[in-house]
Nanobody, 129 residues
Framework: VQLQASGGGSVQAGGSLRLSCVASGGTAGSYAMGWFRQAPGKEREFVAA????????????SAKGRFTISKDFARDNAKKTAYLQMNSLTPGDTAVYYC???????????????????WGQGTLVTVSS
């Protein structure tokens, strides 16, 4: 599975950004896509995840009510895309955001880094006050 993340940038507090993660290859099975972030000097933390079949979602407390994860499927090239719509951004959301995928995940582990076996490159989100 190859993951390509995009959509990061600089925004003022209160603004919005939408991140995209396109997945190609080997996306069968109990498939899920998630977003994690890593701020300078901090560990990578879970943000949101989505299970492809059924569409169930999980959010970190910090993301609830502000961020929305959604999906799309392009039939012409069989690529799956996960979006992370981020609203009401604060400087505390500044981080490198990583998308991740797993084709063996179970719902109870969707918030765990170790549950994901594919990772994309990060995309930087900077929120200024």
């Amino acid at each position: 599975v190859q993951l390509q993340a995009s959509g990061g940038g600089s925004v003022q507090a209160g603004g919005s950004l939408r991140l995209s993660c396109v997945a190609s290859g080997g996306t069968a099975g109990s498939y899920a896509m998630g977003w994690f972030r890593q701020a300078p000097g901090k560990e990578r933390e879970f943000v949101a995840a989505l299970k492809w079949r059924g569409g169930s979602t999980v959010y970190a407390d910090s993301a609830k009510g502000r961020f929305t994860i959604s999906k799309d499927f392009a039939r012409d090239n069989a690529k799956k895309t996960a979006y992370l719509q981020m609203n009401s951004l604060t400087p505390g959301d500044t981080a490198v955001y990583y998308c991740a995928a797993s084709n063996t995940i179970i719902t109870s582990t969707m918030g765990s880094r170790s549950a994901y076996n594919y990772w994309g490159q990060g995309t930087l989100v900077t929120v200024s006050s």
